[in-house]
């Protein structure tokens, strides 16, 4: 599935676009990122989730008539992975999902708390902030696929 990607060093910038007040306390802050989109988690088809509820829209932007899906990937080891625009790299990073934070009147009313190995990294590798989240480890696949359909793969 796809989200949004808020590493906590963003600090400020995060919070503001989230409408949120803080980050959650965490060891280490940072390492870890807050992944949302559109008030929840993201768009998680129903299979993949351990809790999956259709929900009013929370951003102001969407149209009135929208709905929007409440959904918990289970916690545990996570992937993220995106192609560049160019589609010849895939930055791939490991880590895990190890909570869910709410913060009531936010864009973030149920988001994911990921944990990667080295956040200062991948800050400075991210080519955007919408990013797939994948459960489980899955960069030795990808390298995998990666040699088959000739992309290089870049560690976050």
Same mark, same amino acid.
């Given at each position: 599935m796809m989200t949004n990607l808020y590493p906590f060093l963003m600090g400020k910038? +995060?919070?503001a676009h989230e409408r949120i007040p803080y980050f959650p306390e965490v060891d280490d802050p940072a390492?870890?990122? $807050? +992944?949302a989109h559109c008030g929840y988690l993201g768009v998680v088809p129903q299979s993949f989730a351990t809790q999956w509820t259709l929900s009013s829209k929370v951003l102001a932007i969407v149209d009135d /008539?929208?709905?929007?899906?409440d959904a918990r990937l289970p916690a545990g080891d996570?992937? $993220?992975a995106k192609f560049d625009p160019s589609f010849e790299k895939m930055s791939v990073a490991e880590g895990g999902l190890t909570d869910y934070v709410q913060y009531e009147n936010s864009d973030c009313l149920n988001g994911a708390i990921l944990k990667v190995a080295d956040g200062r990294?991948? $800050?400075n590798r991210l080519t955007s902030h919408h990013y797939l989240l994948m459960t489980g480890h899955?960069? +030795?696949?990808i390298e995998m696929i990666g040699k088959v359909? /000739?992309?290089q793969v870049a560690e976050l």
């Open positions: 910038a +995060a919070l390492d870890h990122i $807050l +992944a /008539n929208a709905s929007a899906i996570m992937t $993220l990294r991948m $800050l899955h960069q +030795a696949d359909f /000739n992309f």
